[in-house]
């Protein structure tokens, strides 16, 4: 009886251990809980270790295509801003959305990696924005824009002057924030398949990585970083047999 009782409460010690090692999967940036342990840290977040259509990528031997215009529709504006530790996100009202050969998304959110996650040509940049949309099916799609150094973005500006400086804190936003200011006058893109770049590391994201940057100012960069406090682009994986086009 003894023996099946301390059996019991081994089984019951190990499986809670289980549960807490699955609960307590924070993932980061940090060396801890960087994403070279994500693939680790749940099974649910398998694929960021063992996926092979993984984000973000470097851009390069692109090949030529026929690629159908990107048409961005987007009516509505930004209604709340959160800082969720991993990045400054601002949450879109419904109703501003993409189309491309006539399949539609919709705008859901977008945030900020810094520096950029995608690379072109090898080259990284200051920042880069996700603007992350799904279809009626929740597959996704997100358009990339670079920010490279240089004039400050007074759009950007009006989003930095309300970011949440603590971790869990969000914002109802004030003013006009449309995230077409704070995107290239061109659609020009390359496009590739990919992930999330974040656990769970889902496949089957469509990438438009536009071509044209965006200019902000040094002084821009080092806001953002400063309320991070690290980092938070995940690294370049293999493009493996995937091609980009252009
Ligand atoms: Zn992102």
């Known amino acids: 009886m003894k023996r099946i009782f301390y059996s019991l409460v081994i089984s019951v010690l190990f499986a809670s251990s289980t549960v807490y090692a699955k609960e307590g999967a924070h993932w980061g940036y940090e060396s801890q809980n960087g994403p070279s342990h994500w693939g680790q840290m749940s099974p649910d977040y ?11 990528v470097n851009l390069s031997n692109f090949v030529d295509a ?4 990107l048409n961005i529709d987007y009516n509505t504006r930004g209604k709340e801003i959160v800082n969720n530790g991993h990045t400054i996100q601002v949450n879109y009202e419904n109703g501003s959305t993409i189309t491309i050969d006539n399949h539609r998304f919709a705008l ?3 945030h900020f990696h ?3 996650e995608n690379r072109i040509n090898g080259k990284s940049y200051p920042l880069e924005g996700h603007f992350v949309h799904a279809d009626k099916d929740g597959n996704l799609a997100v358009i990339s824009v670079l920010y490279e150094e240089g004039k400050s973005n007074p759009a950007l500006g009006r989003i930095w002057q309300q970011m949440p400086e603590r971790a869990g804190e969000k914002k109802t936003l004030a003013g006009n924030v449309v995230a077409l200011d704070i995107m290239p006058k061109t659609n020009d893109y390359y496009f590739f398949n ?3 770049t974040t656990p769970p ?9 536009l071509k044209q940057p965006v200019s902000i100012s040094k002084k821009q960069i080092k806001k953002f970083t400063k309320v991070i406090h690290h980092p938070n682009n995940r690294p370049v994986q293999p493009l493996d047999s995937r091609l980009v086009l252009q």
């Open 46 to 56: 398998y694929l960021c270790g063992k996926g092979k259509n993984q984000s973000p």
């Open 66 to 69: 026929k690629l159908p215009q």
């Open 108 to 110: 859901l959110q977008f």
């Open 114 to 116: 810094s520096p950029s």
């Open 194 to 196: 990919g992930s999330l």
């Open 201 to 209: 590391c889902t496949e089957g994201v469509r990438w438009y990585v």
